[in-house]
């Protein structure tokens, strides 16, 4: 998932995010529902926000959902830009494109 940070905001890509199918996969409509519930913002025509309060909880439920061989790869990791530094707490869970 393509992200950045900006003013201690990390964003995932619009593109990027886990649509909710009413009649999808469970693991992939609570995958949604999980990363919605500690968003910041998380509009359906814009990128999602998340605070650096949650960046462990997001780290977490990411490395989670990556273990459970449900998902890819590029649905459970964060992707910045080479110029970006990448937080320690985001480091498990990101690489650079």
Request: hydrophobic share 40%.
């Given at each position: 998932?393509?992200?950045?940070?900006?003013?201690?905001?990390?964003?995932?890509?619009?593109?990027?995010?886990?649509?909710?199918?009413?009649?999808?996969?469970?693991?992939?409509?609570?995958?949604?529902?999980?990363?919605?519930?500690?968003?910041?913002?998380?509009?359906?025509?814009r990128d999602w926000?998340?605070d650096p309060e949650?960046?462990?909880?997001?780290?977490?439920?990411?490395?989670?959902?990556?273990?459970?061989?449900?998902?890819?790869?590029?649905e459970t990791q964060?992707?910045?830009?080479?110029?970006?530094?990448?937080?320690?707490?985001?480091?498990?869970?990101?690489?650079?494109?």
């Amino acid at each position: 998932m393509r992200a950045r940070i900006e003013q201690q905001i990390l964003f995932i890509h619009q593109d990027d995010v886990p649509p909710y199918k009413k009649s999808g996969s469970v693991v992939r409509n609570s995958y949604f529902w999980a990363l919605r519930s500690i968003a910041a913002q998380a509009h359906r025509s814009r990128d999602w926000e998340y605070d650096p309060e949650v960046w462990l909880a997001l780290q977490r439920m990411l490395l989670s959902f990556m273990e459970s061989g449900y998902l890819g790869i590029h649905e459970t990791q964060l992707e910045f830009a080479p110029n970006q530094e990448i937080p320690a707490v985001l480091k498990p869970v990101a690489t650079w494109e």
